[in-house]
């Protein structure tokens, strides 16, 4: 009983080392943000500023303009090689009096954004569709992100002439994949995690 409790008590402390070396260690690394690089705690906002759906060739696509900001330890996480997951969620319901609205559309478009120290670049990958491009600095890379141009939503046919729709758009950053728990919780608590408020409008029939 007293070996069991001592190996149990020995991985978990080899665990919490483990953990608070990396968070040792984002927290010392010094980051160059420029400019363009701004931060939350720089005053930079991370949120939906405006979207709307746009029917084209019998398609309903997506345009929208996001303030894509990070925090400073998001920033620090993605220099020591975590990658950061930004997600744009979009919900269509079809508004009802007397019962639940129903939904007709639902898309979630995802990046990976991810450092490559050899060459000092930044690379987006689009998630959805494999497409990756490489960029020279953080704030080029978040604002490739930050003009969303149309992106396919549902087919224009399912929306019918007399109903109400509401359309509700949401942006959110993750770290997914690779960390052990133990890391992931002391991250969470290093304010990685950011995610907008939902915004929403009606759309015109």
């Known amino acids: 009983m007293i070996d069991t409790a001592t190996r149990l008590l020995r991985r978990f402390c080899s ?3 483990t953990a608070c070396t990396l968070t040792f ?16 705690e720089d005053g930079a906002r991370f949120e939906v500023r405006s979207a709307y759906l746009e029917p084209v060739d019998g398609v309903l696509k997506l345009n929208a303009v996001l303030d894509v900001a990070l925090s400073r330890s998001a920033v620090q996480a ?6 950061v997951v930004l997600q744009l969620e979009l919900v269509v319901n079809r508004k009802r009096h007397y019962l639940p609205d129903r939904g007709v559309g639902h898309l979630v478009q995802r990046w990976q954004i991810s450092y490559h120290a050899l060459s000092e670049h930044y690379l987006v990958a689009n998630m959805n569709s494999g497409l990756q491009t490489s960029y020279s600095s953080l704030g080029s890379a978040l604002s490739s992100l930050a003009d969303v141009r149309g992106l396919p939503i549902l087919d224009e046919a399912l929306i ?3 109903q109400r729709y509401e359309a509700s758009l949401r942006l959110s950053a993750n770290i997914e994949g690779g960390l052990p728990d133990a890391v992931r919780v002391l991250m969470f608590w290093a304010d990685w995690y950011r995610a907008s408020e939902w915004y929403t409008w009606t759309l015109r029939t």
């Not at 260690?25 to 939350?40: N, R």
């Not at 993605?78 to 990658?83: A, D, K, Y």
């Open 160 to 162: 019918e002439k007399s």
């Open 78 to 83: 993605l220099r020591n090689g975590v990658p």
């Open 15 to 17: 665990r919490l080392t």
């Open 25 to 40: 260690a984002l927290g010392l690394l010094p980051i160059a943000i420029g400019a363009q690089e701004l931060t939350l």
